[in-house]
């Protein structure tokens, strides 16, 4: 489903907003109502940012740029994770790192490092390492995957930002913005919609919301895959239609099939009634 309609959204909690008096007043424009001093996004609005946010994920894509996820509060971190890993993308979940736009020549050296330190505790030389200096360099390796095992295969500054959570990384908006990266991001009622390139109106403290605009950006091409498949259950159901005549010649041969069989039967009992007297007259 490339586009989740307004009933999907809703019973995901896509709607609810913050407090009224923690509205952001650019945000208003996002805003339907305000109830019980809740304020509700208006998800056609969010409909129509998605569309916009669809249609540059696939340009990004075809365009073979690096794409970051982003996506560090708990309740979300596995959908993020899922999301990114679907598409090959990179993705960062348990922390933002200070400066890591800002100061990315230093991440990509320990990038490079840990890259190294992998393929060096997988070769000949490292099984010749006592336990304990090995242990040391497994442990190095374990700190370096939890922090940049996302990042692993990144190796130019990335060309987008997606948020799933932007209330909880300003940090991460603050540097995109420094340093001219796209943010295509999910911005609630308490964020300034002006610092993300393409926003999302949604709630980002509902996991089940965040999940089904994540899958819903990156599978705006899904509706070409489901044509083909239709194309090809009509084309079967075409060349079945042509050939009618196969069920008829299959029907016929199985009167004669049976006939044959009663007509063995009778003869079988026959020949055994005809032998019984003969062979008792045999003995007496």
């Not at 940012?49 to 971190?77: E, H, P, W």
């Not at 020549?105 to 060096?120: A, D, G, T, V, W």
Request: proline share 5%; hydrophobic share 40%; with cysteine.
């Amino acid at each position: 489903m490339a586009m989740p309609t307004l009933m999907e959204l809703a019973e995901a909690g896509a709607h609810y907003g913050h407090h009224r008096s923690l509205t952001f007043p650019k945000a208003r424009g996002f805003i339907f109502t305000v109830k019980n001093n809740i304020a509700l996004i208006n998800l056609e609005k969010t409909q129509e940012c998605l569309a916009t946010a669809q249609n540059v994920m696939n340009q990004y894509r075809a365009d073979g740029k690096t794409i970051l996820f982003v996506g560090t509060k708990r309740s979300i971190r596995n959908s993020v994770q899922e999301v990114a890993e679907s598409i090959g993308a990179a993705y960062i979940t348990d922390r933002w790192y200070g400066g890591f736009l800002t100061n990315f020549p230093n991440f990509l050296q320990q990038i490079k490092k840990m890259n190294e330190l992998e393929e060096y505790l997988k070769g000949d030389e490292a099984a010749k390492l006592e336990k304990k200096e090995r242990l040391v360099k497994e442990r190095k390796l374990a700190h370096y995957q939890r922090f940049l095992g996302g990042v692993a295969k990144l190796t130019a500054m990335p060309d987008l930002l997606v948020l799933a959570s932007s209330s909880e990384d300003k940090v991460a908006i603050l540097e995109a913005n420094r340093m001219n990266v796209s943010i295509i991001a999910l911005t609630d009622t308490d964020l300034n919609p002006d610092l993300i390139t393409y926003p999302i109106p949604a709630n980002d403290d509902a996991p089940k919301a965040v999940d089904l605009i994540l899958k819903a950006l990156i599978s705006a091409s899904a509706p070409t895959v489901k044509k083909a498949k239709k194309t090809e259950e009509m084309v079967e159901g075409a060349i079945v239609a042509e050939t009618p005549e196969e069920k008829p010649a299959k029907t016929k041969k199985a009167p004669a099939v049976k006939a044959e069989k009663v007509a063995k039967k009778p003869a079988v009992k026959k020949e055994t009634k005809a032998k019984a007297p003969a062979k008792v007259k045999a003995i007496k």
